[in-house]
């Protein structure tokens, strides 16, 4: 029998002991498995709902009967083909298992205790778990009111009045995760060049393929003016690899330097490196995909207002809207008729909801559900 009587919790660093793991999507494989339910639409991750690229798959397979090597450590290929598509130095690139890793490998680099990171409420959650378990402290700041335009989404003032001697990095999810909201360029930019040089500024992009307002900027064409930006990119989303984590950082490369230090030699596999390559390659499919994406946004959001809920801007893959109090009941109503959603009350929006964008027949299925589930069927 294992003895539960001794509280391991406390021979864990003071960050750590504090911490809530982070609450995926619920997995379909949960769901069937709990109410013997086998026709399931997951709409909870914001996952390409296309599929991978044919390319990536197809590349992704070449490199199966060379499984007993370890990868390129160093990430040669992808990262000279990431460095020649965003024309900078190969030296600039981080390879992350995700995105997610390189956020940690920031705060690794920058964090320890004593130190600061800040970031708006309703911001990514991994931002507080890497700054946590480095022992640092979260200054999160106030977002926007629900009358903003952006309801909700980051308040770059109040986020740079929150920045003292001790913030080392500030996270900037654009456009940010779970509300979709966005930040413009020249804002955006003036924010930049009003942060102290001893901050890391960290843009998170992991849905900028998504974003269609012609004033969304691209950070990464800001690499030369910010020596400490780093811009953060997925192929989890657009490009539909999350199964392979892989993502990667752009910045400076003497950051680059730094991050790498923290970097596990291996931390992405030949596999997804070579999907990853391929499906950067695999323009018509990235193409495909944004515009299924606009599509099928654009008429979810009009279902759901015809419905009377209030939804949040969104330049991703996903929308946010509020529910009210019945949010959690409607949450599991859903579940029940196999419609997997993203609850975001751990996110403190409470009586919101998160759809992805699914393929046109899983987003009608939804709309379907949820209109009975809300008495209006
Ligand atoms: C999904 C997501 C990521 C990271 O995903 P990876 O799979 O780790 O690349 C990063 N930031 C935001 C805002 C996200 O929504």
């Known amino acids: 029998m294992l003895d539960r009587t001794i509280d391991l919790s406390q021979l864990a660093v003071p960050g750590v002991r504090g ?15 709990e109410y013997g339910l086998d026709d399931i639409i997951k709409l909870a991750s914001n996952e390409n709902p296309m599929g991978p690229s044919a390319r990536a798959v197809a590349a992704a397979e070449g490199e199966l009967r060379g499984a007993h090597r370890y990868p390129d450590g160093a990430g040669f290929a992808l990262r000279q083909g990431l460095a020649r598509h965003h024309d900078v130095d190969p030296l600039q690139v981080t390879l992350g298992n995700g995105s997610n890793d390189v956020l940690a490998m920031v705060a690794n680099a920058f964090l320890e205790e004593g130190r600061e990171a800040v970031f708006s409420a309703h911001a990514f959650a991994v931002y507080p778990i890497v700054t946590q378990a480095a022992g640092a402290r979260a200054v999160v700041v106030p977002a926007n009111g629900p009358r903003h335009a952006m309801p909700y989404g980051h308040d770059l003032n109040a986020m740079a009045a929150a920045v003292t001697e001790q913030t080392r990095v500030v996270f900037v999810a654009n456009p940010n995760n779970p509300t979709g909201t966005w930040l413009r360029s020249a804002p955006l930019q003036a924010f930049l060049e009003g942060l102290p040089t001893h ?23 800001w690499l030369a003016d910010f020596p400490n930006l780093v811009v953060t990119r997925s192929f989890s989303k657009a490009h539909g690899l999350a199964a392979f984590r892989v993502g990667y950082g752009l910045s400076h490369p003497a950051v680059a330097d730094l ?6 030699p291996f931390n992405v596999s030949s596999v997804a490196q070579a999907a990853a390559l391929a499906s950067l390659q695999d323009r018509d499919y990235i193409a495909q995909a944004v515009a299924l994406n606009a599509e099928q946004r654009d008429w979810l959001r009009a279902e759901l207002e015809e419905l009377d809920l209030t939804v949040l801007p969104s330049a991703g893959n996903f929308l946010c809207f509020r529910v009210g109090d019945a949010a959690d009941a409607v949450y599991q109503g859903l579940l029940q008729r196999g419609v997997i959603l993203r609850p975001v009350a751990n996110y403190d929006l409470p009586g919101h909801l998160r759809v992805t964008v699914g393929l046109p027949a899983e987003n009608a299925r939804f709309i379907d559900a949820l209109r009975t589930e809300l008495g209006r069927g």
């Open 259 to 264: 991050l790498n230090r923290v970097r596990q």
């Open 19 to 33: 911490l809530q793991p982070y609450q995926p999507g619920k997995p379909e494989s949960e769901l069937k498995r």
């Open 199 to 221: 901050v890391i500024a960290v843009v998170d992009e992991a849905y900028v393929e998504y974003a269609d307002d012609p004033a969304y900027p691209d950070a990464s064409a």
